[in-house]
């Protein structure tokens, strides 16, 4: 069955249509350059494109702000775009997943604007609504710092709509049947459309009770089951990616016990304290958080990422951790946002190190989870800290040093193209790193290919290594007679570690290099020696069916 969860050991890459490449000269990316960007795509390993939402919307906040669930913004094309795009996917043996974003519209959507003229509207109900300003109308706001309050008067309904984000995303009632039929309706049209899934926007506040006597929400996790089955009734193997930033505990409720909620959840709670180990050169507590995230169902998986289009948020952190990361990816003010996350790209975060992103890539790939990569990551892409909120990570992808990076004919892109200093165009692109045999895109791509020949990543049993110096990460995955071993230097000094090997004979003596020539034989001692530089790594191969590995000396 391991087999047939293509998920399990796929490479996922996120992008937005409208910042990737534009085909018209308007400015804004499209299905047609989408299109002409497949094989590109396809060479540099990626299996499912997962796409930002690209329905009709007002666009006040990057499309997360839909009015109409079942067409294309005019701005990307038409429904026979998509199509066609997704039928290209295909051929190339590429899947596409999409975002479906139900736990608010915009208030543009024809429900809502049908709900706030009359109380007695049909789609009255859809939204949540209250005659007075509940008393906690300041409380569990999503954008701290940007965002007043959670109720909103409308002038028009005489009443306060329920907003867990901006104001002018009312926030749909899904505990209301025919919203939830609805629900179930939207996805059955994508996936008659072509898309194997969806990546969830907000699920615990999708399924959260909601309502101006509600003061502490509670989980409809039934909700979930209800999605999984629909969906894989509609498509056997089609999955949800679930956003749910949620402690460990409650993981197994997002998943079910039996495996028959979510397929999928991003880490978020590795993912933090991934870049509390880049920046403090410690990996206790990502061991932590990886032993906390371990127990999972045998069909589920997570999503292990680097950087989103969101920020980097460090709510999970202890305040000492926070500010680690705060101190060294993110110490001026404008580079955070909403009191708890760093709203900049990779690349600058770590300023350009070519060897500290190679590690950070390396962690990635090789923890245990589905790799989630983001446009722009595989050739480094910076940031512009001049753009409002998390628009200044989610400028257009860099093409060429031609006018716009080549992504558009134009002269006025969706978002400026960033231009001059080392992140800009004229330096970073996917032109000038094809060409390159040792650029970061050609690394990534090699990267990508080592990824998918260890699938015990994705499928094995994990475990991480008892390592005296805090600064080795080491973790060994065992999967049918299998092994696979990833040691991470995440101080920049070198690192000398001490292996005894624990078997006898020949095989057991051998750590395989995947990446490199630099092959471990154990001495006579039956001991492994090995040195590895500042900010390195190593993939190993372990030989021997029943090979035994055990830190002696560090």
Not at 414 to 434: D, F, K, W
Not at 510 to 515: A, E, K, N, P, T
Request: proline share 5%; glycine share 8%.
């Amino acid at each position: 069955m391991i087999n047939d969860l293509w998920y399990k050991n796929a490479v996922f890459y996120c992008l937005n249509v409208g910042t990737f490449l534009d085909t018209n000269g308007d400015g804004t990316g499209d299905f047609q350059g989408l299109m002409r960007r497949l094989d590109y795509l396809h060479g540099i390993g990626v299996d499912a494109v997962w796409l930002m939402p690209f329905q009709t919307s007002p666009q006040r906040d990057d499309g997360y702000d839909v009015a109409d669930y079942y067409n294309v913004d005019p701005r990307y094309g038409t429904l026979g775009d998509f199509v066609e795009f997704t039928h290209a996917a295909h051929s190339r043996g590429m899947r596409v997943i999409i975002d479906l974003v139900v736990n608010h519209t915009s208030d543009q959507h024809p429900w809502f604007k049908d709900a706030r003229s009359s109380p007695d509207s049909p789609y009255r109900d859809w939204y949540v609504w209250s005659k007075t300003k509940p008393a906690n109308a300041d409380q569990g706001m999503v954008f701290p710092g940007v965002q007043d309050t959670t109720w909103t008067y409308d002038e028009q309904a005489k009443e306060y709509y329920f907003h867990r984000f901006y104001d002018f995303q009312p926030d749909l009632n899904t505990a209301n049947p025919k919203v939830q039929a609805e629900i179930l309706k939207i996805m059955g049209f994508w996936i008659q459309l072509g898309v194997s899934g969806f990546r969830m926007d907000a699920v615990p506040f999708v399924i959260a009770t909601k309502g101006a006597d509600v003061t502490k929400p509670v989980e409809q996790f039934d909700m979930l089951r209800m999605f999984r089955e629909f969906l894989q009734w509609r498509k056997g193997d089609s999955i949800i990616l679930a956003e749910a930033n949620v402690l460990p505990d409650t993981d197994m409720d997002y998943f079910g016990s039996d495996g028959d909620r979510m397929q999928m959840m991003f880490n978020f709670q590795v993912n933090q304290h991934l870049f509390y180990a880049l920046a403090a050169s410690d990996g206790r507590p990502l061991a932590k958080a990886l032993r906390q995230t371990k127990s999972r169902p045998e069909t589920a998986q997570w999503a292990i990422f680097l950087r989103n289009h969101d920020e980097l948020d460090l709510g999970r952190l202890t305040d000492e951790q926070r500010e680690k990361v705060f101190e060294e990816f993110g110490p001026e003010k404008g580079m955070q946002l909403y009191d708890r996350g760093i709203r900049r790209r990779l690349a600058p975060m770590l300023d350009g190190d070519r060897r500290r992103m190679e590690l950070a890539y390396s962690l990635m790939f090789t923890l245990p989870g589905t790799p989630v990569l983001r446009y722009g990551d595989e050739i480094a892409m910076g940031d512009d800290l001049s753009l409002p909120e998390r628009n200044c990570a989610r400028t257009p992808m860099q093409w060429s040093n031609e006018p716009q990076g080549g992504f558009t004919l134009g002269s006025k892109p969706v978002l400026p193209v960033i231009s001059g200093g080392p992140y800009g165009y004229e330096t970073i692109n996917v032109a000038h790193q094809r060409r390159e045999p040792e650029s970061f895109l050609n690394w990534m791509e090699r990267i990508i290919r080592m990824r998918k020949e260890v699938p015990e990543i994705g499928v094995g049993d994990f475990t991480v290594l008892n390592m005296r110096d805090p600064s080795i990460f080491a973790i060994r995955y065992d999967w049918r007679n299998n092994s696979a071993l990833f040691i991470h230097n995440l101080s920049g000094s070198p690192k000398e570690i001490v292996f005894e090997a624990g078997v006898e004979g020949e095989e057991g003596n051998v750590l395989v290099d995947v990446l490199d020539s630099g092959h471990s034989k154990a001495d006579d001692k039956g001991k492994h020696r090995v040195v590895i530089e500042g900010y390195g790594y190593r993939w190993y191969r372990v030989g021997g069916l029943n090979y035994l590995l055990k830190r002696t000396d560090i």
